[in-house]
């Protein structure tokens, strides 16, 4: 880093000194300015954006711990704990707190430690920014009056784009060769040249010879091993673990011994704590056959969710004492984060944890928690300092369901099912060795759910089985009376449209884990692929109730109802699809800003 440099930034952003803001004593680190030799770019860490040099303009985006390797997660949080040691130690920093989110360049896929500037991932791995100074700067205040904060201004268009054209290939890669303006920064810019020319190549669907012999793996397991419940579509999982059918008991505990045989319960942990350590390829491959087949999967939150962290930031007792449990299926865990009023924005959670000698106290309520009637334990966040910024205020805790001063209250969807619950919490005291990670930092606790297979491979494959099965309907004698395709053809076109929009779907997946392949981490494209199957599963069921006319009126168990009244109900269920999992509106802001680059509103 060179003076000149320095003084660029500090005459022209801050005069002679960073701005400083006090908060309770406490400085915030987060504003670090960080150096790019290689391309000759200083970037605002925090925000992530190159104010000078090459890559003026180009942004990385904060992004919560859904990263691509258990390896890369645990090198971030080492780097973050050596920061926050590292400024408690410097004169007048005692006290002191750091944000190790790291950042994400959306074009290249490379991961950059939060305050290091370590590239731990992507193309470019191995390459670091060099920091210059901490400047720091009030939480909530930053958006409002950071200095580095861009001017957004759309970059010029070309004669052939603004007539609509397309340039050919040979103009897109003369460009990708061409020296970076500062104007135009160029995604290609940052990787090296076996990636771009990867870039290059057409897509290619059929599988490798290893993941070939994989695929013939799984299935002849599922061939195999398969319980003849789940082969009808009876059968679920986690339900029938606990249910008082001894047939559908049987079925859970075979399902879940043939898939532990094979380390698949958890195909996304690590080995040496019982998973399968599927690279991203096999496990979509993995899920696409479950789907396919109707197999349920095994372990709920628990592997999903709750495990991952666990692994991340657990000490070893939790380890030892909760991870075999999830493993064998012993033990079902349920998700205590949504409240009435803190669902989209959730860290404004208000359920208190009080610590009370070596205990916490809680009293709040949750909502929406899934399945929670099903569960044996919780794991929840909650509020153990209010008077700190609403991100920095919370712990996370392991609350088992049994513990008294709990209640769960069934909530019946529109369609008559029990899968949500709203839970309240009166003085139920929990052990202080029940919480995970450091008080306070909580959040960043619950942000590491790192099932990091982001296709939507399951939805694609669901959208279609329930087309082919309409199809196949409708060719029989009660599909061809119950249907009203005879007297409105028009209604085939509707089925072509959903059959090609299966296929987009499908694509979209293929698309997403073609990216995580290469070691890139899918950001507005996952947004995509959510928003398109939540909408597509709407349109689908329309599709469904148009075709059967009235006796989509019909309720399952009635003999004049149409393939057993499942449009019926799949009609009123996917009211939800686009709530849940992430709301449309925010699938479209995300698209909007991280995708097309369009400004904040």
């Known amino acids: 880093m060179t003076a000149l440099h320095q003084g660029i930034v500090y005459a022209r952003q801050f005069g002679s000194a960073p701005l400083t803001f006090g908060v309770s004593g406490k400085l915030i680190m987060n504003a670090l300015v960080m150096y790019d030799r290689q391309s000759d770019s200083l970037w605002s860490q925090f925000l992530g954006v190159a104010v000078e040099g090459r890559f003026r303009g180009t942004a990385l985006e904060p992004v919560p711990a859904m990263l691509t390797d258990w390896r890369t997660w645990r090198e971030l949080t080492a780097v973050d704990r050596r920061e926050r040691e590292r400024a408690a130690a410097e004169p007048g920093m005692a006290g002191a707190e750091t944000l190790g989110l790291p950042l994400v360049d959306r074009e290249t896929g490379t991961l950059w430690a939060g305050l290091t500037g370590e590239v731990v991932a992507g193309p470019v791995a191995g390459r670091r920014l060099a920091r210059l100074n901490a400047m720091p700067v009030f939480w909530f205040a930053w958006n409002d009056f950071h200095p580095l904060a861009p001017r957004w201004t759309p970059p010029p268009r070309s004669a052939a784009r603004r007539r609509g054209r397309a340039p050919s290939p040979a103009c897109a890669r003369a460009r990708c060769d061409a020296p970076a303006r500062s104007d135009r920064p160029r995604a290609c810019a940052m990787l090296p040249p076996d990636e771009t020319r990867a870039r290059e190549l057409s897509m290619d669907w059929k599988d490798s010879a290893d993941q070939a012999a994989?695929?013939?793996?799984?299935?002849?397991?599922?061939?195999?091993?398969?319980?003849?419940?789940?082969?009808?579509?009876?059968?679920?999982?986690?339900?029938?673990?606990?249910?008082?059918?001894?047939?559908?008991?049987?079925?859970?505990?075979?399902?879940?011994?043939?898939?532990?045989?094979?380390?698949?319960?958890?195909?996304?942990?690590?080995?040496?704590?019982?998973?399968?350590?599927?690279s991203p390829m096999e496990q979509f491959i993995f899920k696409q056959e479950m789907a396919q087949s109707g197999?349920?999967?095994?372990?709920?939150?628990?592997?999903?969710?709750?495990?991952?962290?666990?692994?991340?930031?657990?000490s070893d007792e939790q380890k030892a004492q909760h991870l075999p449990k999830i493993l064998s299926g012993e033990v079902d865990w349920r998700q205590g984060y949504s409240e009435p009023g803190a669902g989209s924005d959730l860290a404004s959670l208000q359920t208190r944890a009080i610590r009370d000698g070596d205990d916490y106290v809680i009293n709040g309520q949750k909502i929406w928690t899934s399945l929670a009637h099903h569960a044996d334990w919780l794991y929840v966040l909650t509020r153990t300092d209010p008077n700190a910024p609403k991100h920095r205020g919370i712990s996370f805790l392991l609350v088992d369901k049994s513990t008294p001063g709990i209640t769960v209250r069934p909530l019946i969807d529109m369609?008559?099912?029990?899968?949500?619950?709203?839970?309240?919490?009166?003085?139920?005291?929990?052990?202080?060795?029940?919480?995970?990670?450091?008080?306070?930092?909580?959040?960043?606790?619950?942000?590491?759910?790192?099932?990091?297979?982001?296709?939507?491979?399951?939805?694609?494959?669901?959208?279609?089985?329930?087309?082919?099965?309409?199809?196949?309907?409708?060719?029989?004698?009660?599909?061809?009376?119950?249907?009203?395709?005879?007297?409105?053809?028009?209604?085939?076109?509707?089925?072509?449209?959903?059959?090609?929009?299966?296929?987009?779907?499908?694509?979209?997946?293929?698309?997403?884990?073609?990216?995580?392949?290469?070691?890139?981490?899918?950001?507005?494209?996952?947004?995509?692929?959510k928003l398109y199957n939540s909408e597509l599963n709407q349109r689908t069921a329309h599709t469904g109730t148009k075709l059967f006319g009235l006796h989509s009126n019909v309720w399952p168990g009635d003999a004049h109802a149409a393939m057993e009244g499942e449009f019926t109900r799949t009609y009123v269920s996917s009211v939800s699809s686009t709530i849940a999992a992430g709301t449309s509106e925010i699938q479209r802001n995300i698209i909007a800003t991280r995708g097309l680059g369009l400004p904040r509103g």
Request: charged share 25%; hydrophobic share 40%; glycine share 10%.
């Open 214 to 278: 994989f695929r013939a793996q799984v299935r002849q397991v599922i061939e195999n091993k398969l319980p003849e419940r789940y082969r009808a579509g009876d059968g679920d999982w986690e339900r029938d673990r606990k249910s008082e059918d001894v047939r559908a008991r049987d079925a859970a505990t075979a399902w879940t011994a043939a898939l532990a045989e094979q380390g698949w319960v958890a195909p996304h942990w690590p080995k040496e704590f019982g998973g399968a350590g599927l």
């Open 295 to 314: 197999a349920p999967s095994v372990g709920g939150q628990g592997v999903s969710q709750l495990g991952p962290t666990l692994i991340v930031h657990g």
């Open 415 to 529: 369609s008559f099912r029990h899968h949500f619950n709203e839970v309240f919490f009166e003085d139920v005291r929990v052990p202080a060795s029940n919480r995970v990670g450091e008080e306070n930092r909580g959040w960043y606790v619950g942000m590491t759910l790192l099932d990091y297979e982001r296709s939507n491979i399951t939805g694609a494959v669901a959208n279609r089985r329930t087309l082919n099965k309409l199809m196949a309907y409708l060719g029989t004698p009660d599909g061809k009376a119950k249907s009203t395709l005879a007297d409105n053809p028009g209604l085939r076109l509707e089925i072509a449209d959903r059959a090609i929009e299966t296929e987009v779907m499908f694509n979209y997946s293929f698309r997403i884990i073609s990216m995580q392949a290469r070691g890139l981490i899918p950001n507005y494209e996952a947004s995509m692929s």
